[in-house]
Each structure stands twice: as C-alpha cells, then as structure tokens.
C-alpha cells in the first residue's frame, strides 16, 4: 500500500517526494492538528481525520469536557516523528 500511495501521489504531483512531505507534515501538519486537539476544537479536525479516529478524539474530547480536565496547550516541540502507514483514498 506504501509503494501504491507514493505512485498516487507522484501522478498527482510529478515533483513529489516523501522527505519533502515528511518535513511538511512535522513543520505544519501535525502542529497544526495537535493544536487542534490540544484546544479541544474537534470539528475542525473532521477533515483530517480517518473516521475510527475522529470518532475515538471526539469520544475523548467529550470526556475531558465532561469530567472537567484541561489540558496545556502549550507543547514545546515535536520530536522523532515518524510515518507509521500511509494508504490512498480514492481520487
């Protein structure tokens, strides 16, 4: 599924490259969606979200509202991350 993604997204984006996308995703995306979470703004991350996990974020976001815990909001870095899966959507 890895090799098929890339070739996806290569046909998308003829420039594309993983190390580029990698650093992207650890500069903007993922800070950008811890954000996101951290602030408890869970609708808005829908869009970046499998269902299954959107679900479980917003099963725990209800939680933390419910049982009245906060959470700082202010994450120092984000260190050795590390793509684990990726697989196409359909396009």
Known sequence: ???????ELRKLDP???L???????VEHTLPEVMALFLEGRIKELQPWL?????????????ARKKEGVYIDTHVLGI????I????????
């Open 84 to 91: 684990l899966a990726c697989e196409p959507d359909t396009v």
């Open 1 to 7: 599924e890895y090799a098929i993604a890339v070739k």
């Open 15 to 17: 420039d594309f490259t």
């Open 19 to 25: 190390e580029e996308w990698k650093r992207d995703v």
């Open 50 to 62: 499998g269902e299954s996990v959107y679900n479980r974020l917003a099963a725990e976001m209800r």
């Open 79 to 82: 260190m050795n991350s590390e």
